[in-house]
């Protein structure tokens, strides 16, 4: 028996040793029957000893592998958690970008708004300057500055077109970033959520699980490679990243580009505002001086027909004459024939007769000339009357049709 418990203890040690070695051994101690019980025994109490040390084996095993478990997806955790606050943080930084853009798009829309409306009463007034007189419409300064105010609102129009077009596409493509952080971010909380349900777990909680039976042999056809699941998130960030770059240089320039496109509206309307008012001005006093002449027309017309009535009387009056002195003439041609001389009298009566029948004619033709002027007199009030008329609707069309529309127009800084 002690023989036995030797070469038991040495077996056990010997874990290389096998049965029959053990049995050959025996084979020298005793008969068949002495050997056949040993070796049964021994057998079975190398076989206990083997479960016995298996199960020992085993428990380190599985608690050596349950530690590195743990550890795996405790670093597992930390690595999402990383990602997570990566993700995180770009997100706030991305989210902030589309508010700012949704705000400056709203401000270009309201440019436009106003834009649009500049150019309306651009367009009235040029339509209603276009009533006036030819003469008072004729390439002036106005007309000038109110067809620069109506390119310069054109192309600013067209500008604000594309910037908002531009703010459109940056705030889909950040929409678009953001959605691939968010998924990401949701993706990751849900396998941290697992992986940390995975750390919690033990034999006792597994009992309560109902659980399919896992996939032993791969992760399917959708399983990524550690260093690409990095990469993913790495190309969601870096994009996020690009869009917020893009986004800020977008604003910076259309930041730059309102207040150039403001600054430019307001001095063009500027100029042509003063442009309006030099010419109110001009009108008003055209207007003025031609109203003064007026009464003078008038006075001259009264003072034509005043002179014509005078001459008229001096030609009656030298009529009066012309016929006393061809009277005295042909009563002097009643005397005898020897008195018939051709003395001082006679020559004095026959000048007298030449000169009343030229100053007579000489009247008649003053008295024409004066019917002549006259008629020039009234054709010229006239014409005064209608570019009294004209400056009037000029002055009405610029200072209150166009003026009143234009003074709402105010061109803030977009």
């Given at each position: 028996?002690?023989?036995?418990?030797?070469?038991?203890?040495?077996?056990?040690?010997?874990?290389?040793?096998?049965?029959?070695?053990?049995?050959?051994?025996?084979?020298?101690?005793?008969?068949?029957?002495?050997?056949?019980?040993?070796?049964?025994?021994?057998?079975?109490?190398?076989?206990?000893?083997?479960?016995?040390?298996?199960?020992?084996?085993?428990?380190?095993?599985?608690?050596?592998?349950?530690?590195?478990?743990?550890?795996?997806?405790?670093?597992?955790?930390?690595?999402?958690?990383?990602?997570?606050?990566?993700?995180?943080?770009?997100?706030?930084?991305?989210?902030?970008?589309?508010?700012?853009?949704?705000?400056?798009?709203?401000?270009?829309?309201?440019?436009?708004?106003?834009?649009?409306?500049?150019?309306?009463v651009?367009?009235?007034?040029?339509?209603?300057?276009?009533?006036?007189?030819?003469?008072?419409?004729?390439?002036?300064?106005?007309?000038?500055?109110?067809?620069?105010?109506?390119?310069?609102?054109?192309?600013?129009?067209?500008?604000?077109?594309?910037?908002?077009?531009?703010?459109?596409?940056?705030?889909?493509?950040?929409?678009s970033?953001?959605?691939?952080?968010?998924?990401?971010?949701?993706?990751?909380?849900?396998?941290?959520?697992?992986d940390?349900?995975?750390?919690?777990?033990?034999?006792?909680?597994?009992?309560?699980?109902?659980?399919?039976?896992?996939?032993l042999?791969?992760?399917?056809?959708?399983?990524?490679?550690?260093?690409?699941w990095?990469n993913?998130?790495?190309?969601?960030?870096?994009?996020?990243?690009?869009?917020?770059?893009?986004?800020?240089?977008?604003?910076?320039?259309?930041?730059?580009?309102?207040?150039?496109?403001?600054?430019?509206?307001?001095?063009?309307?500027?100029?042509?505002?003063?442009?309006?008012?030099?010419?109110?001005?001009?009108?008003?006093?055209?207007?003025?001086?031609?109203?003064?002449?007026?009464?003078?027309?008038?006075?001259?017309?009264?003072?034509?027909?005043?002179?014509?009535?005078?001459?008229?009387?001096?030609?009656?009056?030298?009529?009066?004459y012309?016929?006393?002195a061809?009277?005295?003439?042909?009563?002097?041609?009643?005397?005898?024939?020897?008195?018939?001389?051709?003395?001082?009298?006679q020559?004095?009566?026959?000048?007298?007769?030449?000169?009343?029948?030229?100053?007579?004619?000489?009247?008649?033709?003053?008295?024409?000339?004066?019917?002549?002027e006259?008629?020039?007199?009234?054709?010229?009030?006239?014409?005064?009357?209608?570019?009294?008329?004209?400056?009037?609707?000029?002055?009405?069309i610029?200072?209150?049709?166009?003026?009143?529309?234009?003074?709402?127009?105010?061109?803030?800084?977009?």
């Amino acid at each position: 028996r002690k023989l036995r418990h030797i070469l038991l203890v040495s077996a056990v040690r010997n874990k290389g040793r096998t049965m029959s070695d053990l049995d050959h051994r025996l084979q020298k101690f005793g008969g068949p029957d002495f050997l056949n019980v040993e070796v049964a025994l021994s057998r079975a109490e190398l076989f206990r000893a083997e479960c016995k040390r298996l199960i020992l084996e085993t428990e380190k095993a599985c608690r050596r592998m349950q530690t590195d478990d743990s550890k795996y997806l405790d670093q597992r955790v930390r690595d999402i958690q990383f990602l997570k606050k990566e993700l995180e943080l770009k997100l706030e930084e991305i989210a902030p970008e589309i508010d700012a853009l949704l705000a400056l798009n709203s401000r270009v829309m309201k440019a436009l708004v106003k834009n649009k409306e500049a150019l309306r009463v651009t367009t009235f007034c040029l339509d209603e300057r276009r009533k006036q007189a030819p003469s008072d419409r004729l390439h002036d300064e106005v007309n000038a500055e109110l067809l620069k105010e109506w390119d310069t609102f054109e192309e600013v129009a067209s500008l604000l077109q594309n910037v908002q077009e531009q703010i459109s596409e940056q705030i889909r493509l950040n929409r678009s970033a953001k959605y691939h952080l968010e998924q990401d971010l949701k993706e990751k909380f849900e396998a941290q959520s697992i992986d940390n349900s995975c750390a919690l777990m033990n034999i006792r909680s597994i009992n309560n699980l109902q659980m399919s039976t896992p996939n032993l042999t791969g992760l399917g056809s959708s399983a990524v490679t550690p260093k690409l699941w990095e990469n993913i998130s790495d190309l969601n960030i870096a994009k996020a990243e690009q869009q917020k770059r893009n986004s800020l240089s977008l604003r910076a320039l259309v930041e730059s580009v309102l207040g150039q496109m403001s600054a430019d509206m307001q001095k063009q309307l500027e100029a042509t505002t003063k442009a309006f008012q030099v010419n109110i001005q001009k009108l008003k006093s055209t207007k003025s001086q031609l109203e003064e002449k007026l009464p003078k027309i008038l006075s001259e017309i009264n003072s034509q027909q005043r002179i014509r009535e005078d001459l008229r009387e001096a030609i009656t009056e030298n009529e009066h004459y012309l016929t006393l002195a061809q009277s005295r003439l042909a009563l002097r041609q009643h005397r005898p024939g020897k008195e018939q001389c051709h003395d001082t009298a006679q020559a004095q009566l026959l000048a007298e007769v030449q000169q009343l029948i030229a100053h007579i004619s000489k009247l008649y033709e003053e008295v024409a000339q004066s019917e002549e002027e006259q008629r020039a007199l009234a054709r010229c009030q006239l014409e005064l009357k209608e570019n009294i008329d004209s400056k009037a609707s000029s002055l009405y069309i610029d200072e209150v049709v166009c003026m009143q529309h234009r003074e709402p127009i105010i061109i803030p800084n977009f």
